[in-house]
């Protein structure tokens, strides 16, 4: 049985698609880059910031680590002003409190960014806990982000739904030997989301109330 979701932030339970790609074309601007296409940029979504600017501009080291400092000093300026919740996340947040269902963040995204995006929103009373890319773990799709919280949440990976947008969420997810759930309308399509065999899929975020793992959570 379910106890707790352990959720993806971008793509998944805010739309932040075009701040990231409004921030990353600032950043290649102000580096007298080229700038990528939108879909290259919207593709690299999931992984740590550092690593998809480097992807992205061919980047050496030393720039990769200029490009994220610009990032982050735009971040602000570009990106927040982009943001919006899904339609139905804090509805669908509410009803799976009120089910006892405890939740998680587990994000690439660096806390102070994620804080500032989730605070105004009323976001973080939701989430007993949370995993970001300030942590020092080994990024997605790697296991270690979810490891860390099944052990602080004292989860066994049976009890704790993996849920994301995009093929790094799901294989993180399966590779920590957790139950794993796709949402079709973050960054990654369908089609490619399905070829990685999550347990469930849905098309919007209510529908994972529809999972009938969850529904007796609260009886326990």
Same mark, same amino acid.
């Given at each position: 049985?379910?106890?707790a979701i352990l959720f993806d932030f971008d793509g998944t339970l805010a739309n932040t698609t075009q701040g990231i790609i409004k921030t990353?074309?600032?950043t290649f601007t102000r580096m007298s880059l080229p700038i990528p296409s939108a879909e290259d940029m919207a593709a690299t979504i999931g992984l740590p910031l550092k690593t998809s600017l480097q992807t992205l501009g061919h980047l050496n080291e030393e720039d990769a680590e200029k490009a994220t400092a610009i990032y982050r000093e735009l971040f602000p300026v570009f990106e927040v002003e982009n943001v919006t919740l899904f339609p139905? %996340?804090?509805s669908t947040l509410e009803a799976l409190?009120?089910?006892g269902l405890r939740m998680a963040?587990?994000?690439s995204r660096d806390t102070p960014s994620l804080h500032l995006i989730m605070s105004p929103r009323g976001m973080l009373p939701f989430f007993e806990a949370k995993v %970001?890319?300030?942590d020092g773990l080994l990024a997605k799709p790697a296991p270690d982000m979810v490891l860390s919280?099944?052990?602080s949440m004292s989860l066994r990976p049976e009890e704790a739904l993996v849920v994301g947008d995009t093929t790094y969420d799901i294989i993180m997810g399966q590779r920590a030997n957790c139950p794993t759930c796709a949402v079709t309308y973050g960054n990654h399509s369908c089609e490619i989301l399905s070829q990685h065999n999550p347990t469930y899929i849905i098309h919007s975020l209510h529908d994972i109330l529809k999972v009938g793992e969850l529904a007796s959570a609260h009886t326990e």
């Open positions: 049985m379910i106890k990353m074309a600032a139905d %996340t804090l409190r009120e089910k963040v587990v994000t %970001t890319g300030s919280l099944l052990s």
